[in-house]
């Protein structure tokens, strides 16, 4: 695929009030969106401006929902050209973009979010993990009696006597990290509903919905569980000095590191490429980031830097992003093909 620079002109681009004066556009992309995201898209911003003829992209977070709010306030200079998910669109959101005038959006799947849990190859036999278990062992409180008491298991044993006998000791994605959500809502809360727990705390206790979800994500800080804000390899050290610490990775950083951890299953399921794109494995999800079609052509290196993101060298196995943790998506071509010819999703439909 070529990333050669466009010739064509930046022309303006119709502000959303028909009064409004074209005006000379911006000379770079501005993205916005989804934290987990971020990281990804800092990383191929950066290479993207030392390796094009173009600024480097403006990146921010905000989430999902922030993100594709701004990118749905319409068309213009003023408003931004990317954003970033980590979900796919709304059919609302489609609806609130087209009738402020972003009515052509090309969606884009980057990859995919998925973590594994590992530990030293040499270790502790954890070898198979249930969400319920992790709940069981990492919650900061838990229902009992009718009211929610510190959690009071301090071994895996006394989460479940199938484990291993020793301290639990997890070193998880902090929360400033991108890969929490999916653990917060894939593992955690997960593992609260499947112990009954979240059912006990509303039916039982009195509490909200949105009072029991939080419980359920509510991690320990008496330092059985530690938050990771670092890159992985911050993770692989804690692992190294702590021979019954459980890490969480990204797919991509485990396997890279095959010598020296090994995975557990999640629910009966073996973390793999194919597992993960599947959605077979339970710790996954897709991520996206959605791109205004109107500003193509006119915002300089936009859709260059569409282009680059998912580019075999950048998305694909052994790129910077699966070292960073993406899971490649095995339909990256496809891709590849949809913003080159710029197929918005109504065509795809």
Not at 209 to 222: L, P, Q, S, Y
Request: aromatic share 8%.
């Amino acid at each position: 695929m070529s990333f050669a620079k466009s010739t064509a002109s930046a022309l303006a681009i119709a502000a959303v009030s028909a009064t409004a004066a074209a005006a000379q556009s911006r000379d770079n992309v501005q993205v916005a969106g989804s934290s987990t995201v971020l990281p990804y898209a800092s990383i191929v911003a950066e290479a993207f401006g030392e390796n094009f003829d173009y600024p480097t992209p403006v990146v921010e977070s905000g989430g999902s929902s922030a993100g594709l709010s701004r990118f749905c306030e319409g068309v213009g200079e003023n408003t931004i050209d990317i954003a970033n998910a980590s979900r796919a669109i709304r059919d609302s959101e489609v609806e609130t973009c087209a009738s402020n005038g972003v009515d052509e959006i090309i969606e884009v799947r980057i990859g995919y979010d998925g973590i594994v849990f590992a530990s030293q190859i040499d270790g502790p036999a954890f070898d198979a993990f249930t969400q319920e278990q992790w709940y069981n062992a990492l919650a900061a409180e838990l229902p009992q009696d009718g009211e929610m008491v510190s959690n009071p298991n301090t071994t895996w044993t006394e989460v479940d006597e199938a484990l291993p006998d020793v301290e639990i000791l997890t070193f998880i994605p902090g929360t400033r990290h991108g890969t929490r959500e999916v653990f917060e809502e894939n593992v955690l809360l997960v593992g609260c509903e499947e112990s009954g727990a979240y059912d006990t705390m509303v039916n039982d206790m009195g509490m909200s919905e949105d009072e029991a979800e939080e419980a359920c994500i509510g991690v320990r800080t008496d330092g059985q569980s530690v938050d990771i804000d670092g890159d992985y390899t911050e993770t692989l050290a804690r692992i190294e000095a702590n021979p019954n610490g459980v890490g969480v990775f990204g797919l991509s950083f485990y396997e890279n590191n095959t010598d020296s951890l090994k995975v557990a299953t999640m629910a009966d399921v073996e973390p793999s490429t194919e597992t993960i794109a599947s959605g077979e494995y339970p710790v996954s999800r897709p991520l996206y980031f959605y791109i205004k079609k109107a500003h193509l052509g006119v915002i300089p290196g936009l859709k260059e830097y569409a282009a680059f993101f998912v580019s075999d060298q950048v998305a694909g196995q052994g790129g910077p992003l699966a070292n960073y943790g993406l899971v490649p998506d095995p339909e990256l071509e496809q891709t590849q093909q949809k913003i080159e010819n710029e197929t918005t999703i109504s065509q795809e439909g």
